[in-house]
């Protein structure tokens, strides 16, 4: 089988394997927030609302009816991309939710992506390219501490530091209240405001995203740092890298035109995964920043058990890692010519 062949072969695999996986993921998620305490109804109305009221809006939100009905019912509505209706934000779709939510969480990412890799990138450049030196172990503590600390306790120590003592970053929030956002283009405020032109704004929009941006990144810069120093390691040791040298090319040169960019293949697969995962997985983050993002959103719709909310985002979440992981191997297949499937 050729290679061309083979490729097309397996992305077919993955994408019909991608909806059983969503389906599974769904199926979970619908039966472990059934399987947990609480009730809906009761976070709507309170605990001590009159039963039959309770009764009522149980009944007209469907949650009188049988599990495996309402497991039925679910999964019919989302064969047609129905997510749903929230049942605490007064009969707001949850596509309504994501919309208005996502373009926060979006934008946190992809600053924080960005910090993440020109860090990681630099360390481990650096770290490699001075191996066994002062350099090498700095390079690799970085990597070890940034890769463990918690994010959520990062971001606290981080907000005490710079925000309460020093007073250089903003507390929480996305936009200070006494100004009025950039016209709602696409929802990031950073594109909005340079969109309109107003740079007062974009101004405000990236001075508000420092300090979360600068921690999720440094947490995140240290699985760039490990891969781009092991693998810059073993390219600069290999033979082109050699005859490379043997021809009086300037080591500068070699790690920049030839080593540092086989090196960064490998960053590749993990750029996208980290992307898609962060766009699911910034609940601390975002919940420790007070950002209005769509995770920070699902967080609180798993305190109220908001049932259609929290299945809706995390099919969300869950199709965006599958669309990216797909991407990214075609995009790994046409970029490194050595992978076959």
Known sequence: MSRSKALQYYILIRLLLAPLMLSTITTVVFLLLRATPGDPVDAILGPRAPASAKEALRSQLGLDSSLLQQYLDYMGNLLQFDLGTSLTSRGQSVWEIILDYFPATVELAVFSLLVALTIGVSVGAMSASHP???WDTVGRLFGIITYSVPAFWAGMVFQLIFA???GWFPLGTRFPVSMTPPPEFTGLYTFDSLLSGNGEQFLTAVYYLCLPCLT?????????ERIVRVNLRQTLQADYVEAARARGIPEKRILIAHALKNALIPVITVLGLTLAALLGGAILTEVTFSWPGLANRLYEAITVRDYPTVQG????FAAIVAIASIGIDILNAYVDPRIRY
Request: a neutral charge.
């Open 164 to 166: 309460v003592q020093l």
């Open 132 to 134: 066994n030196t002062v």
């Open 313 to 316: 985002i995390v099919v969300f």
């Open 216 to 224: 999720l990144g440094l947490l995140l810069s240290g699985i760039f």
